[in-house]
């Protein structure tokens, strides 16, 4: 069956006195089930040159995803240790990014506005930002303005 | 005070027309206050579950496991909402899922919420030096 399978590590032999060594692992499936999430974003990557705030993945239109199971990438490419990308849902901004660092979190949009994930670079002067998500969600792409 | 290496690897060979292969890892600097792998019984009320509590603005790397279990033996499919303090959810992770990301910037702590009855959830923070 197909199914993406997320891997994260986290290891320290130096943070404690005893060695830190977290390793899960899990497929990624749709709400409820043993289905893998069959769609994606594909991973991106962007050259971002202004501190304007923006919308990594596409905006949901209104019908409700609030129960579906995505999960989403967000990696800040910089190599300048103090610019980062602060990462928001909603009006909520959950936290900071700074270079090189990387996140992955479920996301489960509900209507447009109300929890679209939002970046906000930290400098203007440029640096590249990554992101993917894996989803299931239905209608999330705006609908054509052309007549 | 410490690094830590966090390590995240996505694959899939047959989902997609191209294969998913990637693994991003960064060496993340720590200082005081850390919290190590922590168990914890997640209720309906997030109020009650605080795992990391309120910040000067920091950054802390939190990780949030849910366990599958209600208490570390009996399964449960009841999903966990992970919320900044103040009842503001960010994330829902179901049985065996995890989270790993920056939180901070901002005074808020994080919590946890269970959809119904009681979810053993893994949690674990470490301030960004």
Not at chain 1, 46 to 70: H, I, R, S, W
Not at chain 2, 29 to 56: M, R
Request: with cysteine; glycine share 8%.
């Amino acid at each position: 069956m197909a199914t993406t399978t997320a891997t994260v590590s986290i290891n320290s032999s130096d943070l404690t006195d005893d060695t830190l060594s977290i390793n899960v692992s899990k497929q990624c499936y749709k709400a409820g089930t043993t289905l893998g999430l069959d769609q994606t974003t594909g991973l991106n990557r962007l050259y971002v040159t202004a501190t304007t705030q923006f919308d990594p993945f596409p905006v949901v239109k209104g019908a409700t995803n609030a129960a579906e199971n995505g999960k989403v990438y967000i990696a800040n490419l910089s190599t300048t240790d103090t610019e980062y990308i602060t990462v928001g849902i909603g009006d909520a901004v959950i936290g900071r990014l700074y270079a090189g660092d990387w996140m992955w979190m479920p996301w489960s949009p509900k209507a447009q506005h109300v929890n679209d994930i939002e970046i906000t670079p930290s400098v203007a002067t440029g640096m590249h930002v990554e992101f993917m998500a894996i989803h299931n969600f239905a209608n999330i792409y705006p609908d054509s303005a052309d007549s | 005070m410490g690094t830590l290496t966090a390590t995240l690897t996505l694959n899939d060979i047959n989902t997609f027309s191209d294969v998913l292969n990637f693994s991003t890892s960064k060496a993340l600097t720590t200082t005081a206050t850390s919290q190590g792998l922590t168990t914890i019984g997640v209720t309906t009320t997030g109020a009650n579950n605080i795992i990391q509590s309120a910040t000067d603005g920091q950054t802390r790397y939190v990780f949030v496991r849910h366990t599958g279990t209600t208490d570390g033996s009996t399964s449960t499919t009841e999903t966990v909402n992970v919320e900044l303090t103040g009842d503001t959810v960010f994330g829902k992770l179901a049985a065996n899922e995890f989270c790993f990301l920056p939180v901070g910037g901002h005074s808020a702590g994080v919590q946890l919420q269970s959809s119904s009855g009681t979810v053993q959830c893994e949690y674990a923070f470490f301030t960004k030096g």
